[in-house]
């Protein structure tokens, strides 16, 4: 035995955020606090109506569907149709818990659907959950690279990877970038390669350059969308997604999570309903993110970060003086109380950016620029 290999098992890396502690501290010194602008979650109240029906539904003792209830599925419809002009049938619609476990256990189900192919496609500055699927899949983690614009460059995946790839993941707008990719050669490039693509979507409520749009304008074959509550209606806490599309996929994957247990539960599912059902908290929150990413605009170009209000999303995607990410995160957070997250946490490619959450109020806002100013 001693002189035998000893081989460990998975060991999982540091989850990015948890990183952020010294650049925390060093922003909670000042007085008034840390304004931490480090993660994307809402800041705001959801409506009041979601709330309520939360508590009021009544089906607390009973198991959800796990596709998802049909008032829900048809909620989702409706809300498809009235905010991203396109008809879906209910029947190709299923809940999930939240699209982060969707994300996240994807590509164990392709894998065993698909024995021959091992490979998660995803963009090469993303939301790293992409990528951490596919390793928890025991997959291959391949990035495809992106364009000056953030957006993707299909021309570099190698033939060989297109061979082997279970799903190609997209998401326009792009968190931490705000980038906007054209979700119609995202798709031709799919079915010509015979990939299906999966496009996350949970920001298109936040589409800043031109209308939302959603990879389903091109169809339904091969192509799956994923949306969430999270941010369109500051529902992060209840974890209520829905993914459609591809009959067949959609079917596939909606049996499978039935086996496992993944029900998005009762209560949640009443709130999700009045939430896709309401539009003008969404406008609200609109107005709120685009006042408070042009505001940020300002304040970080003047504190010599270069950025600007992205194509989408309620990120700001800034450059940090000289090139390193933590060294501008330090001096913001010495600075101005203000913490973000470094872009390496989503690429390599990211390492000379931060990304700046517009999720706090005004006056959490200006006391950043305050404290910078002085």
């Known amino acids: 035995m001693a002189d035998q290999e000893v081989k460990s098992g998975f060991s999982p890396p540091p ?14 010194a000042h007085d008034g606090g840390a304004v931490d602008l480090s993660v994307g979650a809402p800041g705001d109240r959801p409506p009041t ?14 198991y959800p569907p ?19 002009d396109v008809d879906v049938p209910a029947d190709v619609v299923a809940a999930c818990v939240g699209t982060k476990e969707f994300v996240a256990t994807l590509p164990q189900w392709l894998r065993l659907r ?6 998660v496609l995803y963009p090469e500055v993303s939301y790293p959950t992409y990528a951490m699927g596919a390793v928890l899949a025991g997959c291959r983690a391949v990035p495809v690279p992106v364009d000056e614009q953030w957006r993707l460059d299909l021309s570099g995946v190698a033939e060989a990877d297109a061979d082997r790839a279970l799903c190609l993941w ?22 010509a390669h015979g990939v299906p693509v999966f496009s996350d979507e949970c920001y298109v409520e936040f589409t800043w350059d031109g209308g939302p749009r959603t990879i389903l304008e091109h169809g339904l074959e091969g192509l799956v969308a994923v949306h969430s509550l999270s941010k369109r209606s500051n529902l992060a806490g209840l974890r209520a997604g829905f993914f459609a599309g ?3 996929l959609v079917r596939y994957l909606s049996e499978v999570r ?3 247990g993944m029900m998005m539960p009762g209560p949640v599912q009443a709130a999700a309903v009045v939430a896709l059902g309401d539009d003008t908290h969404v406008d609200r929150q609109r107005a709120l993110y685009l006042e408070r990413l042009t505001y940020l605009a300002e304040v970080l170009t003047a504190a010599g970060f270069a950025c600007a209000v992205p194509g989408g999303s309620f990120y700001l995607w800034a450059r940090s003086p000289g090139g390193d990410a933590w060294a501008g995160a330090e001096d913001l957070a010495r600075r101005g109380g203000l913490v973000a997250s470094p872009g390496e946490f989503y690429g390599p ?9 517009a999720v706090v109020a005004m006056d959490r806002l200006r006391l950043v620029a305050n404290r910078l100013a002085g």
């Open 15 to 28: 989850y990015p955020y948890d990183r952020l502690g010294p650049i925390q501290a060093l922003a909670a």
């Open 49 to 62: 109506e979601v709330v309520f029906a939360l508590g009021s539904s009544g089906t607390e003792r009973g």
């Open 66 to 84: 796990s596709v998802g209830s049909t008032a829900l599925r048809e909620a989702a419809v409706g809300w498809m149709a009235r905010r991203l």
């Open 114 to 119: 698909h024995l021959t192919r091992d490979t």
């Open 170 to 191: 997209v998401n326009t707008p792009a968190n931490p970038t705000g980038a906007l990719d054209d979700l119609g050669e995202v798709a031709d490039w799919g079915r």
């Open 246 to 248: 591809d009959p067949e």
């Open 258 to 260: 039935k086996h496992v």
């Open 349 to 357: 490619a990211g390492a000379a950016f931060l990304r700046v959450a």
